[in-house]
């Protein structure tokens, strides 16, 4: 079976799906690889670096998507909502797709990949199991994010974040509040930390409270409880309005009292909540900054715009998107890890055709021979059941 590397084609994007590293276990395995020339060039791998494993480097990207009996890609058409469709053309029936798709997006984007007649599997949607930790690229690249966020608040601040004892006098170390702590949440608070500041974080989950304390952060606590705070997949549940409304009074004091604040709460499938007002920002000093990590599902802080930096009352909030792409020598290290993990246990035993029997499998196939074939997926766009 070959595995096919195209460049990624969304606009900025430096990642690649598979890094060099991972090539051998794959050879061993019975795969080979080609790879589109260039196509880990901006994530800091070299044409060289692929041959060197053992790769085919291929000039053409028709050639790449000719040649391979599996595409690996970051973005597919679906979460490459701007240049994904000039792929479409290049896929032929019953050749396997990996990658981010979007898969609750767009039916429009769905239904194209469906009529592609690819086998297409949505990475984003890996079962949150045991078995399955190693293939879990949304956890590598909300690491990478949070980690990011961080740095682009210190870079923005006007105050450094350790405590400094200097003949010039005493540095007071920089405030930072993170509001949600998941994968990315954590990995901010860890962060921050390592840069000296002091941290405390919050969460709905009351589950979140001891890792939080794990990574030395102050968890806050409010005098309010989340009905049924988390589904069994240990995702938060969507509340009503009136809740995160509380929630942002209760916080407000919290975010006053703070240099930088990172939004890291999200809900799958879902408008993130808002739980950082257009007034609440008014009661920061200016000069601070929040990273709103939520923004591409409308952010947590009212006045984030998608893919913008703005000041408002003197405070720089951050919204841009996509930010793993901005650590793409690791993103794309780990991203290459988990799907190699995702092949071998797709194709295992050398075998040729995939297994499609098991929960991995089913849990992350949306197409299949011209059907969308995810039951989820089929009643989140109202489609009859198969
Ligand atoms: N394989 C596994 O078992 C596995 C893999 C990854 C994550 N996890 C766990 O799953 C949990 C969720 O992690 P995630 O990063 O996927 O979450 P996520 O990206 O879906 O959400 C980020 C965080 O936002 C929080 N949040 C949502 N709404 C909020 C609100 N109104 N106020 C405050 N916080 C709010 C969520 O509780 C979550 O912690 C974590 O406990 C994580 O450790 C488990």
Redesign the pocket.
């Known amino acids: 079976m070959v595995i096919g590397v195209p460049r990624e084609i969304f606009p900025g994007e430096r990642r690649v799906a598979l890094a060099p590293s991972v090539i051998p276990a794959l050879m061993k395995a019975g795969f080979s690889v080609v790879v589109e020339a260039g196509a880990g060039a901006a994530a800091g791998y070299t044409d060289a670096d692929y041959a060197a494993k053992g790769a085919q480097l291929l000039a053409q990207r028709a050639e790449v998507f000719q040649q391979a009996g599996v595409i690996v890609q970051v973005l597919c058409h679906g979460s490459n909502d701007r240049t994904g469709q000039a792929d479409l053309p290049l896929f032929r029936p019953g050749q396997i797709l990996v990658g981010f798709l979007r898969p609750l997006g767009s039916l429009e984007t769905v239904d194209q990949l469906r009529a592609t007649g690819v086998t297409a599997f949505s990475i984003e949607l890996m079962p949150?199991?045991?078995r399955?930790?190693s293939m879990?690229a949304?956890?590598s690249m909300?690491t990478i994010a949070g980690y990011k966020s961080v740095l682009l608040a210190a870079d923005r601040l006007p105050r450094m974040f350790p405590m400094l004892t200097t003949a010039a006098g005493t540095i007071t170390p920089a405030r930072v509040f993170v509001?949600?702590?998941?994968?990315?949440?954590?990995q901010a608070i860890a962060t921050a930390r390592r840069l000296g500041a002091v941290v405390s974080a919050?969460?709905?989950?009351a589950?979140?409270k001891e890792?939080v304390v794990s990574v030395g952060g102050r968890f806050v606590e409010l005098p309010i409880e989340a009905a049924d705070?988390?589904d069994t997949r240990?995702?938060?549940k969507a509340?009503e309005e009136s809740f995160?409304r509380r929630?942002a009074e209760l916080l407000a004091s919290v975010v006053a009292a703070s240099d930088v604040v990172i939004g890291?709460?999200?809900?799958?499938g879902k408008k993130s909540?808002v739980?950082v007002t257009r007034e609440m920002l008014r009661g920061m000093a200016p000069g601070s900054v929040i990273v709103d990590l939520a923004a591409e599902r409308g952010g947590n802080c009212e006045a984030t715009r998608p893919e913008e930096i703005v000041v408002e009352h003197g405070v720089t909030v951050i919204g841009q998107i996509n930010l793993a792409s901005e650590v793409p020598y690791h993103a794309s290290q780990m991203y290459a890890k988990n799907i190699s993990a995702f092949l071998l246990h797709l194709f295992r035993d050398g075998q040729e055709r995939p297994n499609l029997d098991d929960e991995i499998a089913r849990e992350t196939l949306i197409t299949r021979a011209g059907e969308i074939v995810h039951p989820r997926v089929r009643e989140f766009f109202s489609l009859t059941k198969l």
């Open positions: 949150r199991i045991t399955a930790q879990d949304l956890s909300s509001i949600g702590a998941g994968v990315a949440g954590l919050y969460d709905l989950r589950a979140a890792q705070a988390q240990g995702y938060a509340q995160y929630q890291a709460a999200v809900v799958p909540p739980l």
